[in-house]
């Protein structure tokens, strides 16, 4: 089956600093990528459809300055989430797929 | 946009015994719904998946049927086991955009 990696799979930084978060999708290509994020027992909330070659589109509420989506080719997508806060602490998890959504492990960040 | 939710936020079930998660959905444009399970700390893996145009569809000890008419659809688990354990969310979305909403999750726990 498609498979989609994220990397790193847990992070911790200090509070004013960058993260920056992978998404691969490792044996297909997709035009489309998804970034959702999930906070302890709760349920996924999607952020931001990510375009290869454009711009990506996001979802109402989210900061699109603080979270920076580049889908530079067909198999990786970035969010880089921009001078990170404690309450940017989540879960952040991609889906790729050309039309079932699969997803990727999961990426912890803490914000200390 | 889509709004997703679960009748039950938990669901317990002896082991061997047959589990019934259910759903329901708004938006009646909706035409694409899967179910995913979530254990703790990783990201969702795909379960099964139904489109509008039918009404049941099986897998291997799954059955996901849809009722368009109440805007309902149910996960079917036979002969659960301890490794069914985990969390389940229904998603629903517009096939051809790839957006999925994602509904609260039921933890279930399988006791042996």
Known sequence: GAVVSQHPSRVIC????????????????????????????????????????????????????????????????????????????????CSAGNYEQYFGPGTRLTVT | GESVGLHLPTLSVQEGDNSIINCAYSNSASDYFIWYKQESGKGPQFIIDIRSNMDKRQGQRVTVLLNKTVKHLSLQIAATQPGDSAVYFCAGGGSTLGRLYFGRGTQLTVWP
Request: one cysteine or more; hydrophobic letters at 35%; a neutral charge.
């Open chain 1, 14 to 93: 200090k509070s004013g600093t960058s993260v920056k978060i992978e998404c691969r999708s490792l044996d297909f290509q997709a035009t489309t990528m998804f970034w959702y994020r999930q906070f302890p027992k709760q349920s996924l909330m999607l952020m931001a459809t990510s375009n290869e070659g454009s711009k990506a589109t996001y979802e109402q509420g989210v900061e699109k300055d603080k979270f920076l989506i580049n889908h530079a080719s067909l198999t990786l997508s970035t969010l880089t989430v921009t001078s990170a806060h404690p309450e940017d602490s989540s879960f952040y998890i």
